[in-house]
């Protein structure tokens, strides 16, 4: 996996950059799958997908856009591709079979691309949206949809698809939504299957994603504990470095292993380290309700979902329970593309910065987010920020209020910060600032409530 920087003719244009995603040696012509993103999304949503693909044999470019979807945009972003590709090209040759991959709003400049430069041997692939006005005729066009899907729903997917393929061939998946569509393996699978010709079993899939999943957990446990004031500190952080190490060499020794796992741990282990202290009951309760309002709030929302309960109901409990698994890796993601942004060259160069984070819990003996805590807001008594749980558990009900109170808070306010970076490429506009309304509403509502219940109700009337 190799990155680049690009700077497109246009005047006035920010450098793009993409990823080249190789994949395995084998016989016969090359496909390349190249990517284009929705709206306020990022190209590192889709290495799920081009990992899958490049197990058998399919190249990927996966390029980043902060061009909107709109009249001029869509040929702006169909430049984009075509520039990249040119370029990308220039070092690896030119493959033999090329499909478009738009998820949301990256699927108009696909079909824009296609139509102007596809061939018949071509591919467009739709997923999570609707065709646009202009579609290439002399080449065929897949879609893919999640069945929870807000922004497009599915029943709109298959009845835009209707004029040019038969309403089952269609994939519809109950294991995603809109935001969650590039984790779902059933998706992952039949489009590997697509591009590939080959079959890729939906429980692999499956199974690496949840790995994934699990090792960003456990980066970020192994965090906390670094962070807290526990005797077993230590001994966490030192297993969380034999981990990184050992995926690091693994990872470096096999090309296709280079998904940015030891990258990604690292952002989930500083975050564990900045909070400091060892999540109780509590706290997990307070996450725990947060999530499963959000995926009720995303069930009862979905009018697919009611048109075609008989169906879809035996998929619930698999979506309840995929959904988690599927945010986790989207969000180990979403950090590691923000970090990668900031430090370009992140992916080559994270080692110093992670033996600097394994001296800090030898340097700030009572957890770093405590220490800084009590430096800002010094104590008449007891730290604000117990870095132990058994010294939260003993600080009575006040302290536990509290503490409910601050994490409800910060719970907010990070989703507020997301909403501010994922806005200040400029993207402010009224059609944007609507559709995120929509989304809040179809999504968040309910956890939201939730969370300004606990802030403004005290614990002896909840």
């Known amino acids: 996996m190799r990155q680049f920087d690009y700077q497109p003719p246009s005047s006035g244009s920010n450098s793009a950059r993409f990823l080249r995603y190789n994949g395995a040696d084998s016989p016969g012509p090359r496909t390349l799958a190249i990517f284009s993103h929705g709206t306020n999304s990022h190209k590192e949503v889709f290495l799920p997908i ?92 897949k879609g893919f949809v999640g069945g929870f899907d807000q922004i497009f729903p599915a029943a ?36 590997t299957r697509t591009l590939s010709g080959r079959q890729l079993s939906p429980w692999l899939a499956a199974a690496f994603l949840a790995l994934f999943a699990i090792a960003g957990l456990f980066a ?14 230590g001994a966490y952080a030192w297993c969380f470095a034999i981990s990184v190490w050992f995926l690091l060499l693994s990872g470096y020794a096999h090309p296709l292993l280079q998904m ?29 309700v ?32 995929w959904y988690a698994v599927a945010w986790v890796c989207k969000l180990a993601l979403f950090a590691f593309s923000l970090t ?33 805590a009590n430096l800002l807001y010094p104590p008449p008594g007891e730290p604000v920020i117990s870095a132990s749980t058994d010294q939260v558990e003993a600080a009575g009900t006040n302290g536990r209020s509290l503490n409910q109170e601050r994490l409800a ?16 490429q400029g ?10 309304a929509e989304n809040f509403i179809r999504t968040l509502l309910l956890p939201c409530c939730y969370l300004l219940y606990i802030i403004v109700t005290p614990r002896e009337n909840r």
């Not at 999530?291 to 035996?314: C, D, G, K, Q």
């Not at 990668?340 to 080692?351: E, I, S, T």
């Not at 910060?410 to 910060?417: D, V």
Request: proline share 6%.
């Open 409 to 424: 808070v910060a719970l907010i306010a990070t989703m507020l910060l997301l909403w501010a970076i994922r806005f200040a």
């Open 340 to 372: 990668h942004r900031v430090v370009p060259d992140y992916l080559g160069g994270w080692q110093t910065a992670w033996l600097a984070l394994t001296l800090l819990p030898l340097i700030f003996r009572q957890g770093l987010a405590a220490t800084v």
């Open 50 to 141: 081009a990992f899958a693909l490049a197990l058998h044999g399919v190249d990927s470019l996966l390029i980043d856009s902060t061009v909107l979807s709109t009249d001029d945009g869509i040929r702006q972003r169909s430049e984009e591709i075509a520039a990249i590709r040119s370029a990308s090209e220039r070092s690896v040759g030119r493959p033999a079979r090329v499909v478009a991959l738009g998820h949301s709003d990256g699927g108009p400049p696909s079909l824009e691309y296609m139509a102007a430069a596809g061939s018949p041997t071509d591919l467009v692939i739709i997923l999570g949206s609707q065709l646009s006005a202009r579609l290439p005729a002399h080449l065929p066009i």
């Open 220 to 233: 970020l446990v192994t965090g906390l504990a670094a962070g807290s004031d526990s005797r077993e500190r």
């Open 156 to 191: 709109d997917v298959i009845g835009d698809f209707a004029r040019l393929i038969p309403p089952d061939e269609v994939v519809v998946s109950w294991l995603s939504d809109h935001f969650t569509e590039q984790y779902d393996p059933i998706l992952i699978a039949a489009i």
């Open 260 to 288: 940015p796992l030891p990258a990604a741990m690292l952002v989930f282990f500083s975050l564990g380290l900045a909070a400091g202290f060892v999540p109780a009951r509590r706290h997990i309760k307070i996450f725990a």
């Open 290 to 321: 947060f999530f499963i309002l959000m995926e009720i709030n995303v069930v009862i929302s979905t009018a697919f979902f009611r048109e075609h309960l008989a169906a879809a109901l035996p998929w619930l409990p698999a979506f309840l329970l």
């Open 427 to 436: 993207m402010v506009q009224a059609e944007i600032m609507r559709a995120a």
